[in-house]
């Protein structure tokens, strides 16, 4: 007779009950565990399963090729000798691995708040910091930062219309809403109007948000990955075509010919997945991490 049937009932439960986590923590909390380790051992596997962990001089060396890192000073300004990164927004200064995330702004999010006092700061939108993002980085490169929908002073070209009829009608009143007096509008006249300063604190909601396209150009010379921040904040990777645009300037800091930095940039390029996924990168801190290995400056790590 089966020797669970001569128990309470209750007890015959709890005793299934216990085998059933007993059985389910070997398998699933030791044999599991133990085999997936033991696969990820395997010639190939293994360098991934460890983390992408690099070797070498510099700040690199102690990072993962899967997770960016910043390449700046103290002060926040990119090192020129480095490729720089795209911008992040994981933690205050970027690329914190604890604080991984995005701003979570969307299209949307045109109109900046304009400051009216020390504890009332200032909070840009997506396009004005996309704007001023564009116009750093072509500074730092030597090529025009102009962006669609974009002044020149680098912030968001968004108007406040006010109509006749509210949504329809003839003009009334244009204000350039990200540019706050006394500042010059971007824009002297809309259909007829004058266009006015902002003035922080007055409530604009009653006019219709118009962002203005300018006269840039529709492929401008920043790449749009140079702008924006990846979704994890920690995208170790850029286009071909950023790295491209930093090259000469790379080149020029380290003394080397263009021709090696490009070569470098195509060494560290990693096709589309499968041939047919995505689209190419360039790993920016496997790329930095070999410029210091193979061509030092003042004949040390660069950083």
């Known amino acids: ?26 398998l699933l909390g030791l044999a599991y565990p133990l085999g997936m380790t033991a696969v ?31 390449f700046s000073d103290a002060k ?18 970027g690329y ?12 949307e999010s045109v109109v900046d708040h304009l400051s009216t006092g020390k504890n009332d700061p200032a909070v840009s939108s997506l396009l004005s910091t996309v704007c001023a ?3 750093a980085v ?33 003009v009334q009143r244009a204000v350039s809403l990200n540019q706050a007096c006394p500042e010059k509008p971007f824009l002297t006249r809309y259909q007829g109007v004058t266009v006015e300063c902002a003035k922080p604190g007055e409530d604009y909601s009653g006019a219709l948000v118009t962002p203005i396209r300018g006269d840039a150009p529709a492929d401008p010379a920043v790449p749009a990955d140079a702008v924006t921040a990846s979704a994890s904040g920690l995208d170790p990777d850029i286009s071909p075509a950023y790295a491209h645009l930093q090259a000469a300037r790379v080149a020029r800091v380290r003394h080397l010919e263009l021709a090696t930095v490009l070569q470098l940039i195509s060494t560290y390029t990693t096709g589309r997945t499968l041939g047919l996924l995505g ?8 790329l930095n991490l070999a410029l210091d290995r193979s061509y030092p400056l003042n004949g040390g790590a660069s950083r």
Not at 78 to 92: E, I, M, W
Not at 144 to 157: E, L, Y
């Open 40 to 70: 990820a051992q395997v010639p190939g596997l293994r360098h991934a399963a460890q983390g992408s962990a690099l070797g070498g001089p510099g700040k690199a060396a102690d990072a993962s090729s899967l997770i960016g890192q910043s």
């Open 76 to 93: 926040g300004d990119p090192l020129p000798q480095y490729f720089q990164p795209r911008p992040s927004d994981a933690g205050a200064a």
């Open 1 to 26: 007779m089966n020797t669970l049937s001569r128990l309470p009932s209750w007890v015959a439960q709890h005793l299934v009950a216990a085998r059933v986590v007993l059985a389910l923590t070997l």
């Open 279 to 286: 689209e190419p990168v360039v790993d920016v801190v496997e």
């Open 138 to 170: 072509g500074r730092l490169e030597h090529v025009s930062g102009a962006r669609a929908f974009c002044t020149p002073d680098g912030v968001g070209a968004v108007l406040g219309v006010y109509r006749a009829d509210g949504l329809t009608g003839t």
């Open 133 to 135: 993002r564009s116009l």
């Open 96 to 107: 914190d691995p604890t604080s991984s995330g995005a701003s979570n702004l969307g299209s």
